[in-house]
């Protein structure tokens, strides 16, 4: 028997957030849903030895073919979708529910001559209004607490209404402050019967206007010192901020839309969407697409909304997107043909659906993340994107280690450069270098000050063939361990380990920089004049993603869809990465360490300085006479100051 199943994600794929997740047989079928405050951690658990595991577990995560998940805002919501799911698929594996009792429901008893509001499991009680279901009493009776604060109804049972009401004494309930219907002796009838209405259209629409008009009111009793209804409105304020902070994925009732959430970049979309019918997420697509050059956000909100609906599935009412493509009228009128009523597409930007979407591209977000990391990680792909890419650009080999250069700079001040790398198509992070560059012109200048300083580590020949000897060692190593088999001296297993691999170790194959023809132009002269050859050279423009190489007119053009592309643009983005990460901390160092440095000068003057010059940099080019003119700095301190910095300046250019 396997150790575990054959389709368990890869380390690192499932999020660490709240959410729902879904095991699958083969033929799609749902089998068991479940929920975890952590997905990682929650998964982790059915991915342990299979002999550990409990025989129903074990039976279940035999019996699925797959699994997926949907990350929510927080384990309330993680709990609402949870019981959705559970009640629309019906997976076997799932514990079985008699009736809805299972969960708890806020009703209000409009019917009766005083509505109260309950906590009942008891669908059918004539009259009443029904709100939920909630996922624990605990969670129903919190939400009631808060807003019988913000409208104040009755909530005592019948058998006490009727007595008050005979006897003319407030029922217990509303002795001790539980109470606030005709039984409490606090309103009449009719008064109770606007808070009733008042109680449940805020339930049914959950409008945030709310807090604004608490707030106002709150202020303005306090502005005339009526503090009395000044600490009231704030009680009520606080009342309903918390109400709004535990909202979950659910909508109004009767609300049916589709809301699409989409993250992309250059070269691929993921987008996931929530299929709301009757106020609930009823259904859940997640999907990937390869975009087309240049395309806006606007653009491929119109091709996916096209390619989601066809014959066999209509568009809702509405339809939620992240932004309006250009000819929004005309796709509406299609969707509207497509589903045989009126359909309208918005851009949602506040509100409950707003907050949906939000969700949405968040699961988007790890959609494509994941979509990225298993096309990295497939050993066929990176195999196939080296060996295009070797036949692009006409190299020997493949590259089977590449390292690209990137520059970054704040206008034109903290210049630094980084080096990332990447062997058999996969990040080697413990080989990444940083640059800092003292001083130069352009990115040009700052691509040769790099590239000179990185080819003088390959400048004896020797020492080169011996490391390319290893890289080949190095390989050949992580080609047996993608294919399972152990370390040994035929397959490398007797090369160097990392801890004796010297700096600028290993001798590159290809050389990348971030930039078109000009940056590699400033790579190719500083490859020239180290005299080391063997090594080929090309540059990725970000634009249009174009691979151009020394001393031609024309660009390489790879296919979108390419895996070689792919791997070109996950090289760049990771140099740009690292080298802004750099860039940062220098400027955060510089901001932190040099002034607080100076006697005298402390936080609140370091702000006002940095404030005034808006950088380091222009502080060190300002004279004594304009120090001193900031604010709380004299002409001591500036001089102090002036001293300083040119003190640093100095030992800098030493």
Not at 320 to 333: F, N, Q, R
Request: glycine share 6%.
């Amino acid at each position: 028997m396997a150790n575990t199943v054959p389709y368990r994600p890869r380390p690192g794929e499932i999020p660490t957030n709240p959410g729902v997740y879904r095991f699958r047989d083969a033929d799609r079928r749902v089998l068991y849903v479940g929920k975890a405050m952590n997905l990682r951690a929650r998964l982790s658990n059915y991915f342990a030895p299979l002999h550990t595991l409990h025989e129903r577990t074990r039976r279940m995560v035999t019996t699925a073919a797959s699994v997926e998940w949907t990350v929510v805002g927080n384990d309330i919501e993680a709990l609402q979708l949870e019981y959705t799911w559970i009640k629309e698929f019906d997976p076997p594996f799932n514990v079985k529910y008699r009736d809805d009792k299972s969960y708890p429901y806020l009703a209000v008893t409009l019917a009766d001559e005083a509505p109260r509001a309950i906590v009942t499991r008891r669908r059918g009680i004539p009259g009443a209004r029904y709100f939920g279901p909630y996922p624990k009493v605990w969670a129903v009776n919190e939400t009631l607490d808060l807003l019988l604060k913000l409208f104040p109804i009755r909530t005592c049972k019948d058998s006490d209404y009727k007595r008050a009401m005979q006897t003319g004494k407030p029922c217990f309930a509303g002795q001790i402050g539980r109470c606030f219907g005709p039984c409490s002796g606090r309103v009449t009838v009719a008064e109770h019967r606007v808070n009733v209405d008042r109680f449940v259209a805020f339930m049914q629409n959950q409008d945030r206007r709310i807090i604004t008009d608490l707030t106002q009111q709150m202020r303005a009793a306090a502005a005339v010192q009526d503090y009395e209804t000044a600490a009231r409105r704030r009680d009520e304020l606080q009342a309903a901020e918390s109400f709004f902070e535990k909202s979950a994925v659910v909508l109004r009732d009767h609300v049916d839309v589709d809301v699409f959430g989409i993250d992309h970049d250059e070269l691929a979309a993921a987008v996931h969407l929530f299929m709301v019918r009757g106020g609930r997420v009823r259904g859940v697509r997640s999907w990937t697409v390869d975009t087309e050059l240049d395309m806006s956000l606007g653009d491929l909100v119109d091709s996916v909304v096209q390619n989601a609906y066809g014959d066999d599935i209509r568009p809702p009412a509405e339809v939620v997107v992240p932004a309006l493509p250009d000819d929004a009228d005309a796709l509406e009128g299609w969707l509207a043909a497509l589903g045989g009523r009126k359909v309208r597409l918005r851009a949602a930007r506040r509100g409950d659906k707003a907050a949906l979407l939000e969700t949405a591209t968040q699961n988007a977000r790890q959609t494509l993340v994941l979509y990225k990391t298993r096309r990295s990680a497939d050993f066929t792909a990176r195999s196939r994107a080296l060996e295009d890419i070797q036949e692009a650009l006409g190299m020997a080999d493949a590259p089977l280690r590449i390292e690209c250069f990137d520059v970054s700079h704040l206008s034109g001040t903290n210049v630094v450069a980084s080096m990332v790398v990447f062997e058999d198509g996969l990040p080697r992070k413990d080989e990444y270098r940083r640059f800092t560059i003292p001083s130069t012109t352009d990115d040009t200048d700052s691509i040769h000050q790099v590239l000179t300083r990185r080819l003088a580590y390959l400048a004896a020949p020797t020492h080169g063939e011996a490391e390319s000897d290893a890289a080949g060692a190095a390989s050949t190593r992580r080609d047996a361990a993608a294919r399972g088999a152990e370390p040994t001296p035929e397959n490398g297993g007797e090369i160097v380990t990392p801890s004796r691999r010297a700096k600028f170790a290993y001798r590159p194959n290809l050389l990348v920089v971030d930039g078109g023809q000009p940056q590699v132009a400033a790579a190719e002269r500083a490859l020239r004049e180290s005299g080391v050859e063997g090594i080929y050279l090309c540059g990725i423009a970000k634009r249009l993603e174009e691979i151009w190489t020394p001393e031609s007119d024309f660009p390489v053009i790879l296919p979108r869809n390419s895996d070689a592309l792919f791997l070109f643009q996950r090289v760049r983005d990771e140099a740009h990465r690292f080298a802004i990460t750099h860039q940062r901390q220098r400027r955060k160092r510089d901001i932190t360490t040099v002034l607080s440095e100076v006697p005298g000068l402390g936080p609140a003057r370091v702000k006002a300085l940095l404030k005034h010059f808006g950088s380091v940099a222009r502080l060190r080019q300002a004279d004594e006479p304009a120090i001193a003119e900031v604010p709380g700095i004299g002409p001591s301190l500036a001089t102090a100051i002036h001293a300083h910095l040119e003190g640093t300046r100095r030992s800098a250019a030493g």
